[in-house]
């Protein structure tokens, strides 16, 4: 079992750097810093070899990261629900969001480096240049693997038709 005190010394500038590159934004990294070390105490039966911990750790903040964009994508202010939109309009909204779930579900189904590429890119909004580094793979990897997780999809929700 991991000694998380000496995993957050020894890591946590490095996990906090890691999602500042992703999101942008020092605030956010901050908070889902610590929310990763946090997951990390709770799961720390699961880190097996020390020597992988930042691996583990970076797996963590990535996972916290998309929850965090996930969320965002939910929420919707009332104001911009009912203020003059049609039953058609909330028709229209309710049906994108159906389908997006549905692609969701599907991403969620693909094997990595695809799930976590095409999250990355489309739930996250992270630019492919930014894709590539997190994974240290050229920029045309990124926009290919991209392509080929957009492709997988495709089929899944076509099968499901």
């Known amino acids: 079992m991991a000694d998380i005190e000496a995993l957050f010394r020894e890591h946590y500038g490095l996990v906090y750097r890691f999602l500042l590159s992703l999101c942008r934004d020092a605030h956010l990294a901050e908070e889902l810093t610590q929310e990763t070390f946090f997951r990390a105490y709770i799961n720390a039966r699961q880190l097996r070899d020390d020597t992988k911990a930042l691996s583990w750790l970076c797996s963590i903040a990535r996972n916290e990261l998309m929850k965090h964009y996930r969320k965002q994508r939910r929420l919707v202010p009332l104001e911009e629900v009912a203020d003059g939109q049609t039953a058609e309009d909330v028709a229209q909204t309710v049906e994108i969001k159906v389908l997006a779930d549905e692609v969701y579900a599907c991403a969620k189904r693909l094997e990595e480096p695809y799930q ?16 590539s580094r997190v994974f240290g793979k050229s920029e045309s990897w990124a926009r290919v693997t991209l392509s080929r997780a957009k492709c997988k999809i495709k089929e899944m929700l076509e099968e499901n038709v």
């Open 116 to 131: 976590t590429v095409f999250l990355l890119a489309v739930c996250g909004d992270v630019p492919t240049v930014r894709i």
